[in-house]
Each structure stands twice: as structure tokens, then as C-alpha cells.
DNA sequence: GTCTATACTCAGATAGAC
DNA sequence: GTCTATCTGAGTATAGAC
């Protein structure tokens, strides 16, 4: 067997590049080639099931990576409430790089990409609220409380994430990582 | 001089309709003529610079939609504030389908989108933002409250928008609704 | 002003050599 | 496993009759 020229993980982060900023049918083959570093057809032997196929993939890669970065931080008992929750913020922050990256979750929600990935995108989502509820729950809110304060969380990345990008500053998405922060802090 | 077959309105509002749940890239012209009830060819002749003049034609009339629903509701101080945050948010329920419609400001809003209609997608935002700005001075708050207690309003409208159509469900809209009335009406 | 028919480009996808 | 070359269809857009 050839050697790969470009790791799983170059490849995925690639074409997570271009699927977040452009959308699912904004993603064109040609892109997707260069982003990854490899000619249309060595794209197609890796993923059989073309575009469709690279989607799920860099929806899988976005889950773990998700999975990693938030919710095992948030459910990790034996630090601190504020070291977890002071990571979880900065790790988000990188996420986002800042507030000038949208959410791949959202570039995916437009009809075609939701029909299609309804369940992979829930899922994701899902696993946010879930890390967000739990640490809410350890530090003495209700079952209720905890819900709906994930949900805001969740509410107010993403509505930020959409003011920052219309108007041309990463300012909006600054300021709620701070509010989230005394939400769960104070 | 031949009739018109479709009227300006409601060609618009069938443009509208594929934009915000398509997309951009997703909006292909063979949906668009469908559901502009007209033929290719009679849409060029309306907008004879193709796809790119009819979503500027249908931002201008979103535009014109929000001014009339929501900024000079707000701002029409021959009412009482609670009629018009009352009528404000069912303007706003309706602009988005009880929470199932997304707001095409955020279907616009991958890269092709914003690069080419940057300039009116803000435009239209700071409309929105200008309202509540305006309304929440008139109601006691500083210059500073307002137009932060402005900018988490589209938060909240665009996040739980977010959380809907992912989820599957109007709740996080609705509930979001009854929350920005209490902001202003508490 | 609207239509049918058509031009042309680029999209997604494959075949087969190396 | 990667590549060049190619196929096929859908995409945007236009010509010209009515």
C-alpha cells in the first residue's frame, strides 16, 4: 500500500474548514480537494460516499473533538468547578477562534444539510447541553435550573456567533463568554 | 405592455421563502421560478442581473418588512410601551413562523453570502437593534443598557432559532419570546 | 411580460494508469 | 493511495417567438 500523503486528521480538519464557512452546498469538490490537500479522486477513495460521506466524517471528527475539549472537561470531577469552567470558556474561545468562525452545526442547519444530517447535528448539540447541565447540577442548581441555563448557554454562543459575523466584530462573542463564565461562577 | 402574471410582493415572497431556507448556494434557480410562480426566463426579465439583484431585491424587502413590524411599532410613541413590545413580539413570532422559519439574515450569512451582501445583511440587523435601542431609552435605561439589552435580544432571537431547527422544536423560541417581553415590560 | 428551447459552465462523480 | 483524464447532469444564464 502507498502511504497516505496527508493524515485522517489533516484531511478532516480540512474539509471541516471549508463545510463550516461555506455550508454544505456552498462546499464545492473543487474546494474541499484543495483544503484537504489531495486531487478529487483521492478524496473519493477515502470517502466512497463522496460529499455526503466527508460530511458525516467531519461531523464525527466535530463530536469527538467537542466531546474532548468540553464535555469531558466539564464532567471532570476531580478539578475544581472554576479550573473546569475557566477551560471549558478558553477551549470554546479556540473553537470559535475567537468569534470570526461560525459553528459548523449552524453553516449545516439551512434545509439541505438538516435533512440530511438531522441527527448527527441533534447529537453534537445534545452533547453540549448534556456537559453544561451536569456541571450546572454539581454546583447546586435544580434539574430545571440547570436545563435551562444549558440552554441559554448554547443560546448565547450561538445568537453571538451570528451578531459578531453580520456586523464585522468579534466583540458580541467576547462579551458572552464572560457572562457565561459568571453564570456558573457567581 | 403584457400583465404582470405574479405580483412584485408576491414574487418577492416566494424568493424569500426558498433564500431563507435554502440559502444562497442552496437556492437554485429552478426552486426559484417555482416559487415565484414564474419562468426562468421571466425572472431574468425582472431581475436581469440574475440571482445576485433577486436577493438584493428580497433584502430590501425584508428590510422594508422589519421597518414596518417591528422598528416603527417600537418606536410609535403615541402608543403605550406595553402595547407596543406586545405588538412588537407577535410581529416577531410571526416574521419567523412561531420559531419554525430561520431568518434569512442567517441563511445569508456563509461566506458567499456575506461577501457579496455584507453591507445590507448589517444594515438590516442595526435596524432591528435600533428599535429595541430606542425603546428601551424611552423605557428608563441608559444609552449603555439599551443597546446592550438590544444586542441580547437578536442574541436570544437568533440563538434559540438556532436551538429550534436543530432540536426539532419551537419551545426554545417561544420561550425566548416571553423572556424579552419581561426585559422591557418588568 | 412570459414563454420554450438552448448555450455554456461547473458541479459531483468514475475509470484506469502508476 | 494518488493521480490525470473524462463522463454526465445540474447550474446559471440567454435568444428569440409570442
Do not use: I, N
Given at each position: 500500500?502507498?502511504?497516505?500523503?496527508v493524515s485522517d486528521i489533516e484531511t478532516l480538519q480540512g474539509l471541516l474548514s471549508v463545510f463550516r464557512s461555506k455550508g454544505y452546498d456552498g462546499a464545492s469538490l473543487n474546494e474541499l480537494s484543495q483544503a484537504?490537500?489531495?486531487?478529487?479522486?483521492s478524496l473519493y477513495h477515502r470517502f466512497p460516499g463522496g460529499k455526503k460521506d466527508m460530511t458525516l466524517a467531519v461531523l464525527a471528527f466535530m463530536e469527538s473533538t467537542l466531546k474532548e475539549h468540553v464535555y469531558e472537561v466539564l464532567t471532570d470531577t476531580k478539578q475544581p468547578g472554576q479550573v473546569r469552567m475557566t477551560k471549558t470558556i478558553e477551549n470554546i474561545d479556540g473553537l470559535y477562534k475567537g468569534g470570526e468562525e461560525i459553528c459548523m452545526y449552524r453553516s449545516l442547519s439551512l434545509d439541505t444539510g438538516i435533512n440530511i444530517f438531522g441527527k448527527e447535528i441533534q447529537q453534537g448539540i445534545q452533547?453540549?447541553?448534556?456537559g453544561f447541565i451536569y456541571f450546572g447540577k454539581e454546583m447546586g442548581m435544580t434539574e430545571e435550573m440547570s436545563i435551562s441555563n444549558a440552554e441559554q448557554t448554547f443560546i448565547d454562543i450561538q445568537g453571538?456567533?451570528?451578531?459578531a459575523k453580520s456586523?464585522?466584530?468579534?466583540?458580541p462573542f467576547k462579551n458572552i463568554l464572560v457572562q457565561i463564565k459568571e453564570r456558573y461562577l457567581k
Open positions: 500500500m502507498r502511504p497516505q500523503k484537504a490537500g489531495l486531487k478529487k479522486a452533547l453540549l447541553l448534556d453571538s456567533l451570528v451578531l456586523m464585522g466584530t468579534t466583540r
